[in-house]
T-cell receptor, first 112, second 115 residues
Framework: RKEVEQDPGPFNVPEGATVAFNCTYS??????FFWYRQDCRKEPKLLMS???SGNEDGRFTAQLNRASQYISLLIRDSKLSDSATYLC?????????????FGKGTSLLVTP | NAGVMQNPRHLVRRRGQEARLRCSPM?????VYWYRQLPEEGLKFMVY????????ESGMPKERFSAEFPKEGPSILRIQQVVRGDSAAYFC?????????????FGPGTRLLVL
């Protein structure tokens, strides 16, 4: 089983739509969870951290279910500029720092 | 404050040559991570370094790959005798020398093409 699994998509949605991405992780001891965004041929950029109580940042809402080892990202009122690949990220099991395990990403295309 | 810098941005090598990738962390950051992204794949952790120390190299291939982060100068990822399978984007990330959870900031990456 892969450490972090995501539906690769692509998700094609019209502007203004709501879209949800899901992710599962295999290591029950993981402590840190993130969503990153990666534009084509660019570096990953942190979108938001994910907390146990769930958290919201503008149009973006992240949820964490530790019992199911499941993470989600909800994007409301999609914009054209939201088109990108969204990476689910979990810290690696390690006693040496905060190296990260990345999912392969879910591709989103928002169309006019 | 300049972000994480990597050079070169693009590197072409023939099979059997050496590739040297450089990463300058953000000012004040002393933790460096290297990741590799193969075509159509997610980023994979390779190595975690602090100044003059390799902390975790569990993600790095045992042969041909090495990394360093000297007291002065950038972190270097070195690939000897490159093969076509080494073609990938190599990203460096840095984080500050603080305890607890630290956000990693990524550089623009070096795209290595092995002919």
């Amino acid at each position: 089983r892969k450490e972090v699994e995501q539906d690769p998509g692509p998700f094609n949605v019209p502007e203004g739509a709501t879209v949800a991405f899901n992710c599962t992780y295999s290591n029950s001891a993981s402590q840190s969870f993130f969503w990153y965004r990666q534009d084509c041929r660019k570096e990953p950029k942190l979108l938001m951290s994910v907390y146990s109580s769930g958290n919201e940042d503008g149009r973006f809402t992240a949820q964490l279910n530790r019992a199911s080892q499941y993470i989600s990202l909800l994007i409301r009122d999609s914009k054209l500029s939201d088109s990108a690949t969204y990476l689910c990220v979990v810290n690696r099991e390690s006693n040496s720092g905060y190296a990260l395990n990345f999912g392969k990403g879910t591709s989103l295309l928002v169309t006019p | 404050n300049a972000g994480v810098m990597q050079n070169p941005r693009h590197l072409v090598r023939r099979r059997g040559q050496e590739a040297r990738l450089r990463c300058s962390p953000m000012k004040g950051h002393s933790h460096v991570y290297w990741y590799r992204q193969l075509p159509e794949e997610g980023l994979k952790f390779m190595v975690y370094l602090q100044k003059e120390n390799i902390i975790d190299e569990s993600g790095m291939p045992k042969e041909r790959f090495s990394a360093e982060f000297p007291k002065e100068g950038p972190s270097i990822l070195r690939i000897q005798q490159v093969v076509r399978g080494d073609s990938a984007a190599y990203f460096c990330a840095s984080s500050p020398s603080l305890g607890g959870q630290e956000t990693q900031y990524f550089g623009p990456g070096t795209r290595l093409l092995v002919l």
